[in-house]
């Protein structure tokens, strides 16, 4: 994050020496002109340390140290004065100030007394920004799989952890995008500082400008006050903007420059300043097919997709799901304080024939129901849900299968890769289930993608692929319902 100091210091030799001293990447450094309602203006603007000379103090002082107290980020008060008396230093410390110097000290004792205040507001910002972290910490070993889809991901996913280049992931809801780019943050070469993430498609049009960006004190109606944008807390770090396709155009135009030229203007400010923030953009959908409907710019897309990742759906890679389960069960038990520790073959072999449509979430999700459902140390069949044990039972697949239940497959099959048998199988498959969905639903998308599990516009390029149309499966005039 940027520290932000404002220095309203009276004798300009004394002032130089401080800004040529502060002048580094991680400080933005406010050096307000002309005297004219100066304490109005410092007071007005975000600052983590305000540096000014005694003589700019407005009286009554007391009545100026409350209002930094009343300041949103409740800025440090460094006072120079011209006097060495330690009865008027105790007077200026009683009234507020953070630390008094005597002017005709050393520029080495001026410079270590700021250097410590500096040091005091990053911890205060940590604290003041902290964002709750996950069960367990992130860690790029968590995606390792025995699946050939993963296999292709992992594969990809380590060449970028060192780089600094803008990325993209792509995947459905909960395959564990934000997740991914933790762990990407977290072994790279930004891991000590802060990690932010940002859901645009959770934040009203109107908002997320200000939340990216910052804004000025009086920038628009109800901006009581000035507030610092995610790219400048995100400063050194990594800022995570997951549903960017959710972005508005004309936001996109301002993205677009920020990732161009490395800086950000407030809304409503006239100065833009530098910030140095690597971005992971994530969808849920594909971007270059929103590129393609004119809904996202082609610019920023290929401003962000330098390098693009795909999650694979969990319903692809099944043979993790042990291996998922088996991780998750201690942190969820540990959460939710129950004494579980381990899960049966029957109910691990029905979470494997589940679809998944919310993958890795649902699976966590389903998880921790069973956990607290759960009667002894070990989770059984009878604590999942029906929808996943019912699943298993319709397909034949119950804990007692013997062979002569198995079903029997071609013998052709039996010659060829899984990637191939899913190649040949499965967009015959997919036409079969969104035929059959669409005729339930009598062509009513909203109704379907919600069966379905996915959004609207991902049924919408499934239909198109599969060349489906909603018309067909409608209700004929007279039908009964």
Request: charged share 25%.
């Amino acid at each position: 994050m940027l520290i932000r100091i404002t220095l309203a210091v009276s004798d300009s030799v004394l002032r130089q020496r401080i800004r040529k001293h502060l002048a580094r990447p991680d400080i933005f450094l406010e050096v307000p002109r002309g005297r004219k309602n100066l304490w109005e203006r410092i007071v007005r603007e975000p600052a983590d340390v305000v540096i000014i000379s005694q003589s700019l103090l407005p009286n009554p002082l007391k009545d100026r140290m409350a209002q930094l107290q009343s300041h949103p980020d409740l800025p440090s008060a460094v006072v120079l004065s011209d006097s060495a008396d330690p009865k008027e230093h105790a007077r200026l410390m009683a009234a507020g100030c953070e630390a008094v110097l005597f002017t005709g000290l050393a520029v080495e004792q001026v410079r270590d007394v700021i250097e410590t205040l500096l040091e005091k507001r990053r911890r205060l910002a940590q604290k003041s920004f902290f964002t709750p972290q996950p069960l367990a910490e992130p860690r790029l070993s968590d995606f390792v799989s025995n699946s050939p889809g993963m296999a292709v991901f992992m594969n990809l996913v380590p060449r970028v952890v060192r780089s600094d280049t803008a990325l993209l992931i792509e995947g459905e809801t909960g395959v564990g995008k934000e997740r991914l780019a933790r762990a990407i943050h977290a072994e790279g070469p930004r891991s000590k500082w802060r990690f932010v993430a940002l859901n645009c498609g959770a934040l009203p049009e109107s908002l997320l400008e200000s939340e990216l960006f910052g804004h000025v004190q009086g920038a628009f109606t109800g901006a009581t006050s000035a507030r610092r944008g995610w790219f400048e807390i995100a400063h050194r770090g990594t800022l995570f903007l997951d549903e960017i396709g959710e972005v508005p155009i004309h936001l996109q135009v301002k993205l677009l420059r920020v990732l161009q030229e490395h800086q950000i203007q407030p809304i409503g400010s006239e100065k833009s300043f530098g910030v140095d923030v690597r971005v992971i953009a994530a969808s849920n959908r594909a971007l270059e097919t929103e590129v393609e409907a004119g809904r996202f710019r082609r610019d920023l897309y290929h401003r962000l997709s330098v390098v693009t990742i795909t999650v694979p759906p969990l319903r692809d890679r099944s043979e993790d799901i042990p291996v998922l389960v088996e991780r998750q069960i201690p942190y969820l038990a540990r959460e939710t304080g129950r004494h579980v520790t381990q899960i049966s073959a029957e109910a691990v072999q029905a979470l494997c024939r589940y679809q998944w449509p919310g993958n890795v979430r649902e699976l966590n999700n389903v998880l921790e129901r069973a956990i607290l459902l759960c009667d002894d140390t070990e989770i059984s069949l009878e604590d999942l849900p029906e929808s996943i044990t019912g699943a298993a039972a319709s397909t034949g697949a119950g804990p007692a299968l013997d062979s002569a239940q198995r079903i029997r497959l071609p013998a052709q099959w039996l010659a060829k890769s899984l990637s191939e048998v899913r190649e040949a199988f499965l967009p015959d498959l997919e036409r079969q289930y969104f035929s059959g969905l669409l005729r339930a639903t009598h062509g009513r998308i909203g109704e379907a993608a919600r069966r379905a599990g996915i959004h609207e516009r991902s049924l919408y390029e499934k239909m198109k692929k599969l060349d489906l149309r909603k018309e067909h499966f409608r209700r004929a005039p007279g039908e009964e319902v």
